[in-house]
């Protein structure tokens, strides 16, 4: 056992591999804390974070990275990965965010479920050694799961912990965690899955779509790209509801946000919002859009409820199917 008075702070997912590496630290006696940064991507298991804290009984402080890595994400530095995942300046921004609580806690350095070769844009070798240096945490890193696989750590050169008990896992199969996972009794953790939506091609496509027409991203923005199907008309994005659950949330941000909606008369109907310049120039466009996807008869014009600058009344017709495909996003 090491002393027990060697403190680390811990990069906790929830997933398999930061709930290993806590594990190990906790094995040699390292007084843990943890924290969880999301950010308005995060497809992660909040439940399985708060249940890790509490198997272990460690300490979780919990970050929302919000606007502050919006901005980050429209420009990063280190570009992007295979769709618009930032993910080398996303270690960068997290890693300087946890040196500053480290300090405020009193820990030592920090600990990660970092697997060696286990993602290809920020887990090869050399990003890790760019991310520690750019994020001031050079050294005082410690990847317990591919630790003998990576230089040695300040804590192992003055033997805060002990290096023959670290690993050397690599690559993106995950057998080797899993049977480790077992040797340690860890059995309730998430299925191995995709935890941000910036990797999805699809999301991806909006996204880009969104910066051509956009100079920046901001948290409505971000709500919006997540639901709907998106349109553009012009230089206007249409946003169509498709089930109760986007509807509400599109009126509600339609309310809070004063931006136009619509939605089809005396038929159930999805609601449709609109955003950009000039939008009385796309109402009709938008309302025989919405129509195509509500209850309304597709072969003759039905009223259309429009809500913008005001409230109103128009007439149309439903857009033809190859004729709404070139509007879509």
Not at 13 to 36: C, H, P, R
Not at 252 to 280: C, F, Q
């Amino acid at each position: 056992m090491v002393d027990k008075k060697t403190k680390m702070l811990a990069l906790l997912s929830g997933g398999l591999d930061s709930t290993l590496a806590v594990k190990i630290m906790l094995d040699q006696g390292i007084d843990v804390e943890a924290v969880n940064f999301t950010t308005p991507f995060c497809l992660c298991d909040k439940c399985a974070v708060e249940s890790v804290g509490e198997k272990f009984g460690i300490k979780v402080h919990r970050i929302f990275l919000g606007q502050e890595f919006l901005d980050l994400l429209v420009d990063p530095p280190h570009g992007y990965g295979s769709q618009m995942n930032p993910c080398i300046d996303c270690r960068i921004f997290m890693f300087k965010k946890a040196k500053e609580i480290a300090k405020r806690i009193g820990a030592e350095g920090i600990i990660t479920g970092e697997v060696l070769n286990e993602r290809p844009f920020s887990q090869r070798k050399e990003a890790m050694f760019v991310i520690e240096k750019e994020s001031g945490v050079k050294n005082k890193v410690l990847r317990p799961l591919s630790a003998q696989l990576m230089p040695e750590t300040d804590f192992e050169k003055k033997g805060s912990v002990d290096r023959k008990s670290l690993f050397s896992i690599q690559g993106r199969r995950r057998l080797p965690q899993m049977r480790l996972a077992e040797e340690m009794g860890i059995n309730d953790y998430p299925c191995p899955s995709g935890g941000c939506l910036l990797t999805d091609p699809q999301f991806a496509r909006r996204l880009k779509e969104h910066l051509r027409y956009s100079y920046g991203l901001n948290l409505v923005d971000t709500a919006l790209l997540k639901i709907g199907r998106h349109f553009r008309v012009d230089e206007c994005k249409i946003i169509v509801g498709r089930n109760e659950e986007e509807n509400k949330s599109l009126l509600s941000i339609a309310h809070r946000e004063k931006k136009p909606y619509i939605d089809v008369v005396e038929y159930m109907s999805p609601i449709t919002l609109m955003d950009g310049k000039n939008i009385d120039n796309i109402i009709q466009k938008a309302a025989e859009i919405t129509i195509r996807y509500s209850d309304a008869p597709k072969d003759f014009a039905v009223k259309v409820k429009v809500v913008h600058r005001g409230q109103y009344i128009i007439e149309a017709r439903s857009i033809e199917d190859e004729a709404v495909e070139p509007f879509r996003i």
